[in-house]
């Protein structure tokens, strides 16, 4: 216990050290232009580099994955300034799943020329009601009842605190019209096999005296399933007590359709989802 | 501190008893009979056919449901403890991870001695600071490491006996194979096929650690062979070597496969079959000449490796008693090969849904389906890029005559893109993802080795990373990528026995016996778990 307090001060004291550099680092990095903007090769480049290294987790051309936002946006919710975007994917983002990255300084320009060349040059906000869509959120929509929003909410589907930075408007349009569309895909990682991949695939335990409890699965093997059920219970289920289990590759949240959403509220809805940048 | 090496004594070599005194030596002649001493696991496969088999049948089908842990112990940290450990009269011998190598007492799992050879930074390993384990001989234990070097550890302290730098580690060459040892020389291949590497296969002399031979996989101007890249791709054509070969000492052969020629996902640059990338190599033990080749797919770009382990079979083939060379490889078909000639005999199809060729051709050749190749902007190949089957055992049991295969089932879209040479980097030309909307999983298989037919298949929930050992006693034994480690019925794939261990296994079992007792080894995260009866 005493080596775990020891180390973590060492840790502790060592990013106090880190957070001073960077902002001093911050300080002087404002000047510094990515040499390689608007190049072709470079562009082609960094397109490569960003398959090879980036898409498992961002998609592969930048629209998003499953555990990376969508960078086409032009949000650089990390800093917007070259150097930023350069510290971001060298030095990775602490408190993230984005980790640091050890490129060449030639790669990391290579990559920001690809970025930019793909993003939009100017984040044009979201005709509607924040306040607004907040309200139908936690209210008539019932969003809330599954999805949490900084520590409010519920817990079956993911946590949206974050979702306008990671997320396009036309990806959030079609996951609230069409939700069975794209299910997001468990990482298939051979080297990252103790993080448990987050699926939100409808499963159905059917016990063997045919009792059913839907939900999704927190985790599964040959031998036991862990299920988060719709009562937002955890039903551990050991299979040989099951008679079946039913996997379905669509979403338990419900399709809001023109007649549970309208056009305006679908606008209140998105801009309140915009909004939320983990700030 | 770079490169300077750590040493934890923990307890001193002469107070340690050994369970049968006088035989610590390990000779060659033990090695050539290592089956015969099945108390004992003397090499990395068990022994040079490479069946991962062993007489012991203590533990049998009646009686594995009353497995039970006797001991464990931690190396590291999680991760992937890929190791075979070697088990020498009492003593058990392991390697970890981020060139970790220790000894315990087989009977208590108490430490004996620690070693480490400090990583430098930058050290480039594709998929993970792993080792698979040591090979024997003498009282020496011969480990290859993650930065480029073959070491010689003395076997009752851990002390380096000799160390030698096989290749440059900033050039991404790095060792993640244990060793094999036939006669008096270590044979060791290199990893790096993502990074454009030159494979090599070499051979050490146990004594001195003085290199007796190396085999280029990616023939030089002039070789035979060479003629297979187009300009100067081969400099940077990978065909790494990474996984332990067999040996037949009656044809004085090695076998070794290779893996995937670089970039693994874009053959643009490097037109041609891209010789001796996943092949399976025949060379002479004693000055590593190219007796035969075999390449299982030219060509590839879907990265199947071909460093799946091959298992050395005498039987009849259609009525004619043949030297057989048995491989179930990534790309999805199951193997006969003649190993005397390395002429093609059969291969079938263990892979469902494969679909990157229709066949293998009676020459030997797969036939490609047409559309199958990666593209700009993806294309659905099955087997996945992880493969039907990886590096992990299968196994061969003599009592069912059942070749054991962990088998993936799992497709990918494969794209690519072009990417340019930096020496120690990435050298993929594109990426591969899950194809979307299908569910990977995996089985641990039995096939006749000789039709291909499945007998039966253990269901794994998701695709695994370990493989499998077979015992007299008529259990397999297997690991899988939700952490739980199975023994199952040989003949039926009925469960008889599993514990979650609590991280994904990367490992293959092995087994060994110490006062009358039987126990199974696996190793998973960063530990060590021993069964045994009660």
């Known amino acids: 216990m005493v080596t775990s307090l020891a180390i973590r001060f060492i840790m502790w004291v060592g990013s106090v050290y880190l957070v001073t550099c960077a902002t001093l680092a911050l300080g002087q990095e404002t000047e510094i232009k990515n040499p390689l903007t608007g190049d072709p090769s470079a562009i082609k480049e960094g397109s490569s580099l960003f398959r090879a290294n980036c898409s498992p987790c961002h998609g592969l051309n930048a629209g998003g994955g499953g555990r990376g936002p969508d960078l086409r946006g032009g949000l650089w919710v990390h800093g917007a300034s070259d150097a930023a975007v350069f510290r971001t994917i060298s030095q990775g983002v602490p408190g993230t799943e984005m980790p640091a990255n050890p490129f060449e300084d030639s790669e990391v320009w290579a990559l920001v020329a690809y970025l930019r060349s793909i993003s939009a040059v100017t984040k044009t906000p979201v005709a509607g009601d924040v306040a607004e869509g907040e309200r139908f959120f936690f209210g008539k929509g019932a969003c809330g009842k599954c999805h949490m929003v900084k520590g409010r909410g519920g817990r079956l589907g993911p946590d949206l605190t974050r979702v306008g930075a990671a997320r396009s408007v036309a990806y959030l349009t079609e996951s609230i019209r069409e939700p069975d569309k794209d299910l997001s895909l468990a990482m298939s990682d051979p080297n990252n096999h103790y993080g448990i991949p987050a699926e939100y695939d409808t499963v159905t335990a059917v016990t063997r005296e045919g009792k059913r409890v839907i939900g999704v699965a927190k985790n599964e093997d040959a031998f036991s399933l862990q299920l988060l059920g719709q009562d937002e219970k955890l039903h551990l289920f050991l299979k040989k007590d099951l008679r079946e289990v039913i996997h379905e590759r669509r979403s338990l949240m419900p399709a809001y359709t023109e007649s549970r959403l309208n056009s305006q509220e679908l606008q209140n809805l998105l801009a309140y989802l915009t909004s939320l940048r983990g700030e | ?534």
């Open chain 2, 1 to 534: 501190m770079k490169g300077a090496t750590i040493r934890v004594t923990l307890a001193v070599a002469g107070l340690i008893t050994v369970a049968m005194p006088g035989r610590s030596q390990v000779t060659y002649d033990r090695i050539l009979k290592a089956a015969e001493e099945p108390q004992n696991w003397l090499t990395y496969s068990g022994d040079y056919k490479s069946w991962r088999y062993s007489k012991l049948d203590q533990i049998n089908t009646s009686n594995a449901g009353n497995l039970a842990l006797q001991w464990a112990f931690q190396s590291a940290d999680l991760g992937q403890f890929e190791t075979t450990p070697l088990v020498i009269d009492g003593v058990l011998y392991g390697t970890g991870q981020d060139n970790r190598a220790f000894a315990v007492d087989a009977r208590t799992g108490r430490a004996i001695w620690r070693y480490q050879r400090r990583l430098p930074d930058k050290v480039q390993a594709c998929c993970g600071m792993v080792n698979r384990g040591f090979a024997a001989l003498g009282e020496n234990l011969f480990m290859a490491t993650l930065d480029g070097h073959v070491l010689a550890l003395d076997m009752k302290t851990g002390n380096v006996i000799w160390d030698v730098e096989a290749a440059d580690y900033r050039q991404a060459y790095v060792f993640t194979v244990a060793p094999l040892l036939v006669k008096d020389k270590i044979i060791v291949g290199v990893a790096g096929g993502e990074y454009g590497v030159r494979g090599f296969i070499d051979a050490y002399y146990a004594d001195s650690g003085k290199r007796a031979w190396r085999f280029y996989t990616v023939p030089g101007p002039g070789e035979p062979g060479h003629e297979t890249w187009a300009g100067d791709s081969w400099k940077t054509g990978g065909a790494p070597a990474w996984i332990t070969g067999s040996y037949d000492p009656e044809l004085n052969l090695i076998y070794w496969p290779t893996g995937n020629p670089s970039p693994s996902n874009n053959g643009a640059e490097r037109g041609g079959d891209n010789l001796y990338s996943n092949s399976m190599l025949a060379l002479d033990a004693d000055t590593g000449k190219l007796k035969w080749h075999y390449q299982f797919t030219p060509h590839d770009l879907h990265d199947y490796d071909s460093t799946q382990i091959p298992v050395l079979l005498d039987a009849p083939w259609h009525g004619q008693p043949r030297k057989l060379l048995l491989h179930a490889n990534r790309n999805g078909f199951l193997y006969v090969l003649d190993r005397t000639n390395g002429k093609f005999l059969s291969a079938t199809p263990f892979f469902p849904r494969l679909n990157w060729a229709k066949e293998i051709g009676l020459d030997g050749r797969p036939v490609v389906m047409p559309g199958s190749d990666p593209t700009s902007e993806g294309t659905r190949t099955c087997p996945g890029a992880l493969g039907a089957t990886n590096w992990f055992s299968p196994s061969y049991s003599p009592q069912t005559g059942l070749l054991y295969v962990a088998a993936a089932e799992e497709c990918d879209v494969f794209t690519n893109a072009p990417q340019k040479y930096h020496e120690g980097h990435d050298f993929l030309g594109s990426v591969y993802v899950p194809a979307t909307g299908e569910k990977a999983w995996g089985a641990l298989r039995a096939f006749d080795p000789f039709t291909g037919e499945k007998k039966w298949e253990f269901k794994y929930f998701t695709p695994p990373n370990g493989g499998c050992l077979s015992t007299a006693g008529g259990v397999v034994f297997a690991g899988d990528s939700d952490g739980n480690f199975v023994a199952l019925d040989a003949r039926s794939g009925k469960d008889l026995w599993h514990i979650q261990v609590g991280a994904a296994i990367y490992s293959s079992p092995m087994t060994y016996a110490l006062d009358g007792r039987q126990y199974v080894v696996i190793p998973a995260g960063g530990t060590l778990f021993a069964f045994a009866l009660p």
